[in-house]
């Protein structure tokens, strides 16, 4: 692996039960990349984004981020060396507000014992304090200041994708792995998201991202690699990509001659 790769996918399969749902993948993304990762219903994405994020050991091959495998890491471990990752399916607790949320991403932060807790001493309070000006700066970041008291059940979906998105970098992620970040978006949202997802590339955040949405992924992203039935269709350049005819009949849906 050369020293202008973040994060090296290296031959991994994964099997659920004899069920292979991933075979021998291997990329790379580079640091500062927006890397985009398509393919069809069931191709293996979701998986392959379990494996980076330490939620899943893949049944073979190696997963190398800034140079140290993440084979056997906790998903905590993964957040702590700088992975940080939002869902297809936004995840939030019903009555907290939309602060609270980021809090929640920050709290790694907050090393009060349970003494100093239940005490409230100054070292407490000044942590409280640092923390609650930290999560309003994410919040400022995403454009949610006008909804940081409002409970999170009461957002519509397209500001709860920034939600998501500002607790994520609570953890003050190098690589940002991104699940549908277009999904449930109206055109304007979209754009809006693809917006922000490429100032906080050019803020130095890596970004690799699944979306379904092909105008969205092929104008935001810099390399698009493909996966279908678990396996690595192809890699490359969006455009490149699209023309790509096996990229074409296996995810486009369109004839080969199109």
């Known amino acids: 692996m050369t020293g202008d ?5 290296d031959r991994v399969t994964k099997a659920f039960d004899g069920l292979v749902a991933l075979s021998e993948v291997s990329l790379r993304v580079r640091p500062g990349q927006i890397k985009g990762l398509i393919g069809p219903n069931g191709a293996g994405k979701t998986t392959l984004f379990n494996l980076i994020a330490c939620c899943l050991s893949p049944t073979e091959g190696d997963i190398v981020f800034r140079g140290r495998s993440l084979v056997g890491l906790p998903p905590h471990r993964a957040a702590e060396l700088g992975i940080a990752r ?19 991403g920050l709290h790694r932060q907050a090393q009060a ?13 000044r942590t409280e304090s640092r923390l ?13 200041t006008p909804w940081a008291e409002a ?8 500001l709860l994708r920034r939600v998501e998105l500002a607790r994520a970098l609570a953890v003050r992620p190098k690589l940002l792995l991104l699940d549908e970040p277009g999904s449930g978006l109206n055109p304007t949202e979209k754009q809006a998201m ?15 991202l699944v979306e379904h949405d092909m105008t969205m992924v092929m104008g935001l992203a810099d390399e698009v690699a493909v996966l279908d039935h678990g396996a690595l269709l ?3 350049p969006p455009g490149e990509v699209q023309r790509d005819p096996r990229v074409v009949a296996a995810y486009l849906g369109e004839e080969d001659d199109a």
């Open 5 to 9: 790769v973040l994060l090296h996918v």
């Open 86 to 104: 939002t869902f297809q399916n936004v995840q939030i607790f019903p009555g907290m507000t939309v602060l609270e949320h980021v809090l929640v």
């Open 113 to 125: 014992g349970l003494v100093g807790a239940a005490l409230r001493t100054l070292g407490v309070r």
């Open 132 to 144: 609650r000006e930290q999560a309003e700066a994410l919040l400022a970041r995403v454009e949610l």
């Open 151 to 158: 409970p999170v059940e009461t957002l519509p979906f397209g």
């Open 194 to 208: 693809s917006q922000l997802i490429r100032s906080l590339r050019d803020e130095g955040i890596t970004v690799f």
């Open 234 to 236: 192809c890699e490359g």
